[in-house]
């Protein structure tokens, strides 16, 4: 028998994790991806210390780490510009081990994709799932997977379904579970080039409306904002064009990042979370990853960080000499009841966004108000049992545990 097949459907920054994984553990790894190139446009990614840990895993923690541009304070306004609390890149290392480090996701797919051998990578290449085969057990091989793409079927001993929010690979695998339903907002997010006056990084929260801005280690500045809108809407005219509308008013450097944007490159996306959790997130030699297995609202950053949570911890149980569905059924028992607390909790501060009357709005400011009295630390709390994440016992690489332990001593 040769060298097991993984394939890995959607090279999205999970898609491209897991693939990395896989290759490094052993697997000969295909990696299907319906567009024609990995360049995102506009679109910065979060990636705190749990990603970070979980990317040494395969060599590239220290790479995204190294991307990290906030030094000093940032925190949570109002419209006006008024500060209701504060947080501190030292105090974020602190409390979990490294700082949030907001990237551009074309650097962090690139930096993902060198990790894959040459030719594994496909691009214009659509895939589907024809069958979820069966894994094997003692004394009988089971039956493949069987994806089919316009250049014809692969066989695999692994699928891993990266395919999105609106996975097809989801649908075939539970017909019938509750798709995932609109979270109550739109998204818009735009990378610009570097703004002349400084700034220090933000979130602020309007009535229903929301907008951040962070620099990102390239000098560039990425912008995101969400408004609470039915589904479906789109801007008359175009989409900076609504952002000025509605943003444009509001404290520096807001009116500056919107004057720096092309009408072209802002992005916009109405914002879907899991309705219900999956059963499980694998079924027959497919597991479900990121997106396509817990999508959830962008409110805690956490998003692209639980998909390389699990792409590393697949990556890390299944062997490719080793039990697949053992494996699986691991993959699901470490992960199902994590990435429902990240939905959960990721779910209700973006419900909190959404509160549009004045006594709503003037409620939820007293709060944080309240919460920015006691300081930077407890700002972070939020992440708590989120960020502070380590790979599995027993198989965080001795090099990265190292790695770390430095890291710790020098901070």
Not at 111 to 122: K, Q
Not at 333 to 338: E, G, H, I
Request: hydrophobic content about 45%.
């Amino acid at each position: 028998m040769g060298q097991p097949r993984a394939v890995v459907i959607g090279a999205g920054i999970g898609g491209l994790t897991a693939a990395a994984g896989l290759h490094r553990g052993g697997w000969s790894v295909t990696v299907l991806e319906r567009a024609a190139s990995l360049e995102p446009v506009g679109a910065g990614i979060a990636l705190a210390p749990n990603a970070h840990r979980a990317l040494d895993v395969i060599g590239a923690g220290d790479e995204v780490r190294a991307m990290s541009f906030w030094q000093g304070e940032g925190g949570l306004r109002l419209p006006s510009g008024r500060w209701l609390s504060r947080a501190t890149s030292a105090a974020a290392v602190e409390r979990y081990g490294g700082p949030v480090v907001v990237a551009h996701r074309a650097a962090v797919a690139g930096l993902l994709a060198a990790r894959l051998p040459e030719g594994a990578l496909r691009t214009a290449a659509p895939a589907a799932l024809a069958d979820p085969g069966v894994p094997g057990t003692p004394g009988a091989p089971g039956r493949p997977a069987r994806v089919t793409t316009p250049a014809g079927d692969l066989e695999a001993e692994l699928v891993v379904a990266a395919d999105g929010i609106h996975s097809a690979v989801r649908r075939a695998l539970f017909p019938g579970h509750p798709e995932p339903r609109y979270a109550g907002f739109t998204a818009w997010r735009v990378v610009v080039p570097p703004l002349e006056e400084p700034f220090q990084p933000h979130e602020t929260w309007g009535r229903g409306t929301l907008w951040g801005t962070v620099p990102l280690h390239d000098g560039r500045v990425y912008a995101y904002a969400t408004a609470a809108v039915p589904p479906g809407e789109k801007a008359p005219d175009n989409e900076k064009a609504e952002l000025l509308r509605r943003f444009g008013d509001w404290h520096h450097p807001v009116p500056a990042v919107l004057a720096a944007a092309e009408p072209g490159v802002v992005l916009r996306h109405d914002v879907y979370a899991a309705a219900a959790p999956l059963p499980a997130h694998h079924r027959g030699r497919v597991a479900l990853l990121g997106d396509a297995a817990h999508p959830m609202t962008p409110n805690l950053g956490q998003g692209g960080c639980q998909a390389i949570e699990d792409a590393v911890v697949l990556s890390l149980l299944a062997s490719p000499d080793g039990d697949v569905a053992a494996a699986l059924a691991a993959y699901t028992d470490q992960r199902l009841a994590r990435t429902t607390d990240v939905v959960r909790r990721s779910g209700q501060i973006g419900r909190l966004t959404t509160w549009s009357s004045r006594p709503a709005f003037a409620l939820r400011t007293a709060l944080f108000a309240a919460v920015g009295l006691f300081g930077p630390r407890l700002a972070l709390r939020g992440l708590d049992g989120i960020a502070d994440w380590r790979p599995p016992h027993g198989t965080y690489a001795a090099g990265a545990q190292e790695a770390e332990s430095t890291r710790v001593a020098q901070n």
